[in-house]
């Protein structure tokens, strides 16, 4: 327990530290007036599925993406895949056009007065390669398709992905307004292959960024950066800063799926590309600090400990391990939480996805990182997204809801799941509470029951991407789950778990 004893007191120091930090910037005035707060909708791992209804197929391939919702709405599947349903094809556990409309609708309904939507990635969904491919040379008459497709095929295969992406990205467009869509780009956005059957090298590739970067430049920022400068880093290296109109903030969207071990399986295959986007970032920091801006840092794949893949999908639950798996290379993981400590307070609301859960981890004593869950289903969670409460000057958050959708029932739109404040009793900056929160989950069992409900956004006996028992958080793994949220580097992790 002696293990455990430090980490209360490294959380009860953390805490202290923060509110410190709160009141330092407050003035220490009780009396002066709360800012202005704003509501920001937050979504990720959208994962659109157009090959639901396979009897769509030849529509979708040839008409414009314009055409498609006609296409869509013709169909008879009216519904989201429920629990249970179609389990012979996990893919079919991304989005389809059902699920796509109710989530936007519901977004839509909880803009407020948001100055902008974030967005923190994969809009596509998981092996549009791989489903297509079998697709069109049916079509042809050759069947099964050819382990190569030919040139022409692959062409045929990029021209439907960028439809798909037109097509997800109107959608959003016409659901938000006029509001720009500040976003990250996902792992599955590329005409790389990524399914059950992933390529261990992919990653967001050039063809991709620069066939998209205009849809990503029109249809989501709005063009509220510049138009040079956005493409200059876009195409490459996928990543790129905005300073959205009625802000004092800039945001940030990285390219993280490079930094990443699952989609980069060679140590230093990437140190060039990695290097040049952490020298841009802390560039772009030191110029937010001088300016007097605040920064919302967006990603998509969070460093940190990948707990799912380090507990497993076996019926074998760990009990203390000697190793873990990494989200990120740790010599990135270092450099990047390096540049964090070096401006504090610069960075007021950081936010990725990817996991598809509702998490979260402590990256620095001064900065937190919200893991927003998916609207996909493909990992057993329920749809959700998050409505966050941030100061309108600062983008600091205050709180957040979070809006689920639970398959097991199909209602007929998606509903508030729980609010951070009164679930766990905590108030004010967000930092700050998820900081007090988190020796609390050891401490307090009702709290710690809350977090697990809440993990998989209601679906609380998750299945896994083959509809098969996956663990789920119990007191076995438990300590895996805990010394994830903030335990960052690998041995501090191992140290952590082991003496829980």
């Not at 069109?136 to 050759?142: D, E, H, S």
């Not at 991709?208 to 205009?214: H, M, P, Q, S, W």
């Not at 040079?228 to 940030?252: C, D, H, K, M, R």
């Not at 896994?464 to 501090?492: K, V």
Request: contains cysteine; charged residues 10%.
């Amino acid at each position: 327990m002696d293990m455990q004893y430090r980490n209360f007191r490294f959380f009860s120091f953390v805490f202290a530290v923060m509110l410190v930090l709160q009141l330092a910037a407050c003035g220490g005035n009780s009396g002066s007036s709360a800012p202005t707060s704003s509501p920001v909708v937050v979504f990720s791992d959208l994962h659109f599925n157009p090959f639901y209804d396979p009897s769509l197929f030849q529509q979708l391939v040839t008409k414009d993406f314009s055409e498609w919702a006609a296409v869509f709405q013709s169909s008879s599947i009216t519904k989201p895949t429920a629990w249970g349903q179609d389990t012979s094809n996990p893919l079919l556990k991304d989005t389809n056009y059902p699920l796509l409309v109710l989530a936007l609708s519901s977004i839509k309904q909880n803009l407020g007065t948001s100055p902008l939507v974030i967005f923190t990635g994969d809009l596509l969904g998981h092996g549009i390669p791989q489903q297509f491919y079998p697709r069109y040379y049916t079509n042809l008459g050759i069947s099964p398709a050819p382990t190569t497709p030919d040139a022409t095929a692959v062409a045929a295969m990029k021209a439907f992905t960028n439809k798909t992406l037109a097509f997800v990205m109107g959608q959003v467009r016409a659901s938000v307004g006029n509001r720009p869509v500040m976003f990250a780009l996902g792992n599955s956005d590329s005409y790389s292959d990524y399914g059950p059957n992933q390529d261990s090298n992919f990653s967001p590739d050039n063809s991709f960024l620069a066939d998209n970067a205009e849809l990503f430049y029109t249809t989501f920022l709005n063009g509220t950066v510049d138009h040079q400068e956005f493409l200059n880093t876009f195409t490459s290296g996928g990543y790129y800063s905005a300073e959205p109109p009625g802000t004092n903030v800039i945001v940030i969207g990285l390219n993280t799926i490079l930094c990443t071990t699952l989609f980069y399986q060679v140590q230093g295959a990437n140190d060039s590309a990695v290097a040049t986007e952490l020298d841009w970032l802390d560039a772009r920091l030191a110029s937010a600090k001088v300016a007097g801006k605040k920064v919302v840092l967006l990603m998509h794949a969070p460093p940190g400990v990948d707990v799912g893949t380090t507990v497993g999908k076996s019926s074998a639950i760990p009990i203390n391990t000697t190793t873990a798996t990494m989200m990120w290379w740790p010599a990135y993981q270092s450099r990047f939480l390096k540049i964090l400590s070096n401006y504090p307070g610069t960075v007021s609301l950081t936010l990725a996805g990817h996991t598809h859960m509702d998490d979260y981890r402590i990256l620095t004593p001064s900065d937190t990182l919200e893991i927003t869950p998916a609207i996909s289903s493909y990992s057993g969670n329920n749809p959700a997204f998050k409505v966050f409460t941030v100061s309108r000057d600062t983008f600091k958050p205050i709180d957040y809801s979070s809006m689920n959708y639970d398959l097991a029932t199909n209602p007929s739109q998606f509903n508030v799941y729980y609010t951070f404040s009164a679930a766990y009793s905590l108030q004010g900056d967000l930092d700050a509470s998820l900081i007090q929160l988190t020796p609390a989950l050891v401490s307090n069992a009702s709290k710690q029951a809350l977090y697990r409900g809440f993990f998989y956004s209601g679906h609380n006996s998750p299945v896994s991407i083959t509809d098969t028992q996956i663990n789920p958080i119990i007191n076995t793994n438990w300590p895996f789950y805990w010394c994830g949220l903030g335990n960052m580097e690998q041995q501090q992790f191992i140290d952590c778990v082991n003496s829980y």
